[in-house]
Structures are given as C-alpha cells and as structure tokens.
C-alpha cells in the first residue's frame, strides 16, 4: 500500500498484480510505504476504511483510492507458478504435483486447499458486504500504460514501470470445462476485471 497525501491517493496492492513494481517505480516519492507484514502491504480496500480512514477524517484528508486487478485465469496462473517455486516444495501451500487444472478446480471448492487458497480479487476491492467498488481508480492489469499515464498526471512527475517479482515461465493451459466451471462458481472474479479501467481517462 503507497499513500501520497499532497496528492490525496491511496495506492492498494492487490496481490500478483504487478503492486511490487509500481512500488519500486514510485515509492520514494510517497509520504508513506506499507512494506511489511504482508497483511498490511496487502490490505484491503475495506479493511483500510475501517482502520485508516478514521485518521483521514481527523487529518482532514479526503484520498482517493486507486487498485488493479488482473484477469482471473492469468491471475490464478501468476498464483500457481509462484506456488511452484522450489522453496515450497514438501509445503502445504506449494502447487508441485497439481495441474494447473486441478489448482483452478481446487480453487473454486469452498475451502480450497492451502495450495489454491489465494484469496479473491473482487473481496480485495469491495466495501458494503461486497455490494460496492470501494476505489475510485480501478485498472485492468493488462493496460500498464493505463496505469502509467494515471499515476505520471496525477502524482506530477514521470516513470517506468520495471517488471518485478516475476515468476517463473510457464506454459500454462486451463481445459474449457475447468476454466467454465470456474466462470460458474467465481463469477464475481470476471465481473469486477470487467469493471476495470483501460484507459487512463474515465
């Protein structure tokens, strides 16, 4: 999570979407940088009007929020390699010895697995009991210069966008029952990467 409070704009790290590398691109123009524990980095939108914005409102501060979120099959495939990586090999969350269809199809269950327990994407950016969008400025991971453009003419000076916190190359490919069965039961997950933006513009 990066906080500018000139410009009044809250940065959420929604996990595997690329919230590593705008960190490192922008980061040390922020007034505040949540690193660690992970829980904080990637807090969600919810949690942070519970916690932070009674601070806000004594401070007299208004932010803005701004999240990405990343296509739902890409974005469990950025799960299931990371999961992959030697360091998890004997542990419970580790994905080696699953498909990739079978890490989808354990993620839709209601109590996956450690290994495809991740968390949800539309739960990350929700408020109300998961009725509203809870940020102002929702991008779509696959439009990076979107999100470039956004943060150059909001936050007033330029950058790149270094690819950071890659996991390994995979050949990854979700069967069409699997990947229909998970369009079923985590609708919600398609739903909210539709609502994102492309643009830098709404």
Same mark, same amino acid.
């Not at 839709?108 to 102002?136: L, W, Y």
């Given at each position: 999570?990066?906080?500018?409070?000139?410009?009044?704009?809250?940065?959420?790290?929604?996990?595997?979407?690329?919230?590593?590398?705008?960190?490192?691109?922008?980061?040390?123009?922020?007034?505040?940088?949540?690193?660690?524990?992970?829980?904080?980095?990637?807090?969600?939108?919810?949690? @942070?009007? #519970?916690?932070?914005?009674?601070?806000?409102?004594?401070? !007299?501060?208004?932010?803005? %929020?701004?999240?990405?979120? =990343? +296509?739902?099959?890409?974005?469990?495939?950025?799960?299931?390699?990371?999961?992959?990586?030697?360091?998890?090999?004997?542990?419970?969350?580790?994905?080696?010895?699953?498909?990739?269809?079978?890490?989808?199809?354990? @993620?839709? #269950?209601?109590?996956?697995?450690?290994?495809?327990?991740? !968390?949800?994407?539309?739960? %990350?950016?929700?408020?109300? =009991? +998961?009725?509203?969008?809870?940020?102002?400025?929702?991008?779509?991971?696959?439009?990076?210069?979107?999100?470039?453009?956004?943060?150059?003419?909001?936050?007033?000076?330029?950058?790149?966008?270094?690819?950071?916190?890659?996991?390994?190359?995979?050949?990854?490919?979700?069967?069409?029952?699997?990947?229909?069965?998970?369009?079923?039961?985590?609708?919600?997950?398609?739903?909210?990467?539709?609502?994102?933006?492309?643009?830098?513009?709404?």
């Amino acid at each position: 999570m990066i906080v500018f409070d000139e410009k009044k704009l809250v940065v959420f790290a929604v996990p595997k979407t690329g919230s590593t590398s705008i960190e490192n691109a922008i980061g040390n123009k922020a007034s505040l940088v949540v690193r660690r524990p992970p829980v904080m980095k990637h807090m969600p939108v919810g949690n @942070y009007k #519970r916690f932070f914005k009674p601070m806000d409102q004594e401070f !007299g501060r208004d932010p803005a %929020f701004m999240a990405v979120v =990343r +296509h739902p099959v890409d974005w469990l495939g950025s799960w299931y390699r990371y999961r992959f990586r030697d360091a998890l090999i004997g542990q419970p969350n580790s994905t080696r010895g699953h498909s990739f269809d079978d890490f989808v199809t354990e @993620y839709c #269950r209601p109590d996956p697995a450690p290994c495809a327990n991740v !968390g949800s994407q539309f739960r %990350f950016v929700m408020i109300k =009991r +998961h009725t509203e969008i809870g940020v102002d400025h929702l991008f779509r991971y696959e439009a990076q210069e979107a999100i470039r453009n956004f943060l150059v003419d909001r936050l007033g000076f330029d950058f790149k966008l270094p690819r950071l916190n890659v996991s390994e190359k995979m050949a990854l490919t979700l069967s069409p029952a699997v990947e229909a069965r998970l369009r079923e039961a985590k609708a919600d997950e398609f739903w909210i990467w539709d609502q994102a933006r492309t643009t830098a513009q709404p």
